[in-house]
């Protein structure tokens, strides 16, 4: 599962490297990952080209790791997107 690319605060899964496993699926605290023909856009961001482009320039994530320490205040939130920085993580 070397489809993981970490953001500032947000993972992201690079298109060409996932297999449609599904596996990932349930693993993801908040249910944020869904498979990219059920949802794709929301607002003005396309999330398939998003993690297209950001899974080219973030860090590989090769080991699991722990949630994101505020995943869970994000859990059911309208408007993710406007949160969404594009910035590597540290």
């Excluded at 856009?41 to 482009?53: C, L, P, R, S, V």
């Excluded at 722990?66 to 997107?81: A, L, T």
């Amino acid at each position: 599962m070397d489809c993981f690319y970490e953001g500032e605060n947000m993972l992201i899964i690079h298109p060409d490297e996932c297999i449609d496993c599904g596996i990932c699926e349930p693993e993801c605290p908040i249910e944020a990952i869904v498979p990219d023909n059920e949802y794709t856009q929301t607002g003005n961001i396309d999330w398939a080209e998003f993690n297209d482009k950001y899974s080219r320039i973030w860090p590989n994530i090769t080991e699991q790791k722990d949630p994101m320490p505020d995943h869970k205040s994000w859990e059911g939130v309208e408007g993710k997107e406007e949160h969404s920085s594009t910035n590597p993580a540290s």
